[in-house]
């Protein structure tokens, strides 16, 4: 009497990608999120750096327009704002995906 082999667990393979959300950023492919997560991050970096540059000229009586200092912090912690919702949102769906029983 020959037992047939029975296998319960069936081995993983990668995940397929999910609708053509790739682009081509020159050094290889990223997914759409990566991208958009990236771009909100160098807009923080942009944001920060024109700050520091327009108190610099306020430090220095170099800047004329003295309203543009507000204006930039303002801009630079909307960015952060953002930053931080995307990256909530982010975790809030990871943790969404490890409740799901399969």
């Given at each position: 009497?020959?037992?047939?082999?029975?296998?319960?667990?069936?081995?993983?393979?990668?995940?397929?990608m999910v609708g053509n959300n790739t682009q081509d950023q020159g050094n290889g492919e990223a997914s759409l999120f990566g991208s958009i997560f990236q771009n909100v991050i160098?807009?923080?970096?942009?944001?920060?750096?024109?700050?520091?540059?327009?108190?610099?000229?306020?430090?220095?009586?170099?800047?004329?327009?003295?309203?543009?200092?507000?204006?930039?912090?303002?801009?630079?912690?909307?960015?952060?704002?953002?930053?931080?919702?995307?990256?909530?949102?982010?975790?809030?769906?990871?943790?969404?995906?490890?409740?799901?029983?399969?």
């Amino acid at each position: 009497m020959e037992f047939e082999a029975v296998q319960f667990i069936t081995p993983m393979r990668p995940w397929e990608m999910v609708g053509n959300n790739t682009q081509d950023q020159g050094n290889g492919e990223a997914s759409l999120f990566g991208s958009i997560f990236q771009n909100v991050i160098d807009q923080v970096y942009t944001t920060q750096a024109e700050v520091e540059n327009k108190q610099y000229l306020l430090a220095t009586g170099q800047l004329d327009d003295v309203h543009s200092l507000p204006i930039a912090e303002a801009k630079a912690a909307l960015s952060v704002d953002i930053l931080i919702s995307l990256r909530n949102k982010a975790l809030e769906s990871y943790n969404e995906l490890m409740k799901i029983n399969m």
